[in-house]
């Protein structure tokens, strides 16, 4: 056991210095390749003993070594935080096939949360991606572990990603259709000069007020990979870590009406569900189907 968390969070380390890469380049359009990592002040190559996760930022005390500016500290941060969550799924999961799936769950889910808290946008190449990822992969692991029949895991998989997904777009468009009712309008809904979305329109199904839909895909992506027992729990979890953020910043902003994404909150709902599921009848079912 002490071997796999070690494992796990050695492995979590280097994947969380991989991550900073992909949640500022991601966003950008840029390659996730090449180049190679770089300072984003002078531009120079980082050396590869310059760029061992979290220890390199202490060694040369969060300083670039080539032209000295500062670096910032979210990105030793965000390591420590990728390797503790991949040795906290190694210690509840072991160094499994479903171990490793759930560790690249959690990656591509630190992955959302970080570039919707920048930006509030949560990328495609993440969320349909690890869509199709989850189908893909999740039914295979379920029978190849849990020796379940490969149609029947297949299709937990499908209820967990529609009922993620719809869930959530049911509460935007509903509330999207009772804002229209009150004659309620947001700052960015529909826009200055606009006029609210109809049905033929595709924004009429798929534009919300204060719900992106980058947020239904993520839960959809959750949902193939956690079935829909899983899939409810994470949105009970998130609703609570999405309150109490809210209520947060709040009081420390003094301004009840800043937006913030959601999607962080998804994310922590679903890491939660993975590592410790509110419900029992949650562990009892992703128990059966993975392991």
Known sequence: MLWSVSAGLLFGLLVGSFLNVVIYRLPRGESIVTPGSRCPECRESIRPWQNVPVFSYLWLRGRCG????????RYPALEFLTGVLFAAVAWRWGLTAQGLLFMAVT??????AAIDFDLQIIPDEISLG??????????????????????????QSVAGALIGGGVLWSVGFLHARISVATGRTFPHWPGEGEELPRPRDADYWLWFPGLGLGDVKLLAMIGSFVGPLGVIDTLLAASIVGLVVGVSLGVLKRNWKSPFGFGPSIAAGAVLTILMPVSPLVLGQMGSSFG
């Open 130 to 155: 690890g869509l199709a990822a989850g189908l893909l992969l999740a039914p295979v692991v379920q029978t190849l572990e849990a020796g379940s029949p490969y149609l029947q895991s297949l299709a």
């Open 107 to 112: 990656a591509a889910l630190v992955a959302a």
């Open 66 to 73: 080539a032209c000295g500016c500062k670096i910032s500290s």
